[in-house]
């Protein structure tokens, strides 16, 4: 291996990576003179937030985005989070890329925020400061048994086979014949769709290599959705639910006892979440019809919601090596609406499984101690996306406003982000003075011997995963481990 190529593994060991003192510093301003009165502006994160609020940002007719990422690759949970099966939800890509190929706007990819370089070192070269790095976490069970093998997070699981290269040592094992996925939103059913369907569907999708030969072997035949609530409360949605009753060689388990009285509510509920219930009571409650009956009996797998059970343990197997079920606490419901909680009747029952997937949120990290974070909630505080107390700091999407909604959702939220930013810059509340920009921080950068990757760098790597997948006739072959991409690039 060359030189060139341990950068982005060995970061933390060389002496160079470490943050210089500020009292050995001198100020930007006196290390850059610039007569430019451009406004200089720098966002976060590249996923949907980051893009959309840089999308805003350019309506101002001089504005300069830069956008920091610390993978070597743009696009956030685009690229990591969207199920392999779903590539029309990717097409945003197209606008995102739109995006950086404007004049004034450049993406710095393999830089990592809070470590490569802080964010009031990042204050002092920018007129403001976006964050909009999404939520890197999950949250935890926060039950005995979380850490046996064969348990892990449904957000690491996605990563896994969507390429996300910090989840490719995870190697989930399938060779049980029953898996559990705790939560009931659209992340549990992408993931129990991926388990559930023939490899031969997935071969022509961006899924990993690796990913797809683990999945070949595969022996697990029934998934299993737990939550919490009722079939009222579930967080999927109505498209997600279609595709799982749809799903080839699958046929669904619903019990018509956790429906009874269910049709006599749906009045009181809003149409999406209305249709929603319909074709959950129709799957559960009616005689299918003669296709659909076909189709089930003929199914060699099974999916299956069950619902009013909260988790207690994830019970160890005789070795104590891996999980072999999950014990369950029955619940019931108390209070109306949006108050609606589950309460545990005092009985439980055990779920035999080998393997547990926990889906129960993402879950956003502190960045770096200048910036106010709220650990409850997962957010940064703040007051329509200026962060409290830290004047020309904001923030944009899950960071902003917790884990919730999908990219349309995150796309509203990042403009209006965008919008109050631009509106300030107007109203003379961020700094007056010429800002350096990314001239100062890639000063510091090359001090500390990070090598940003490129917009240019990315669409490099882009057209050599293209050509990869080619060859199987797949949209791109995903290249995963950084090291790789670093060295492709000469870096």
Known sequence: MTSRCWRWWGRSAWPWTRPLSTGSTPSFRHQFSTQEKTPQICVVGSGPAGFYTAQHLLKHPQAHVDIYEKQPVPFGLVRFGVAPDHPEVKNVINTFTQTAHSGRCAFWGNVEVGRDVTVPELREAYHAVVLSYGAEDHRALEIPGEELPGVCSARAFVGWYNGLPENQELKPDLSCDTAVILGQGNVALDVARILLTPPEHLEKTDITKAALGVLRQSQVKTVWLVGRRG????????????????????????????????????????????????????????????????????????????????????????????????????????????????????????????????????????????????????VIPNVEGRVTDVPGLYCSGWVKRGPTGVIATTMTDSFLTGQTLLQDLKAGLLPSGPRPGSAAIQALLSSRGVQPVSFSDWEKLDAEEVARGQSTGKPREKLVDPQEMLCLLGH
């Open 231 to 378: 079939p009222l409360q579930v967080a999927f949605t109505i498209k997600e639910l279609r595709e799982m009753i749809q799903l080839p060689g699958t046929r669904p388990i619903l019990d018509p006892v956790d429906f009874l009285g269910l049709q006599d509510r749906l009045k009181e509920v809003p149409r999406p979440r209305k249709r929603l219930m319909e074709l959950l009571l129709r799957t559960a409650m009616e005689k299918p019809g003669r296709e659909e009956a076909a189709h089930w009996a003929s199914a060699s797998r099974a999916w299956g919601l069950r619902f009013f059970r909260s988790p207690q343990q994830v019970l160890p197997s005789p070795d104590g090596r891996g999980a072999a079920g999950v014990r369950l606490a029955v619940t019931r419901l108390e209070g109306v609406g949006e108050a609606t909680r589950a309460v545990p009747t005092g009985v439980m029952e055990d779920l035999p499984c080998g393997l547990v997937l926990s889906s129960i949120g993402y879950k956003s990290r502190p960045i770096d101690p200048s910036v106010p974070f709220d650990s409850k909630l997962g």
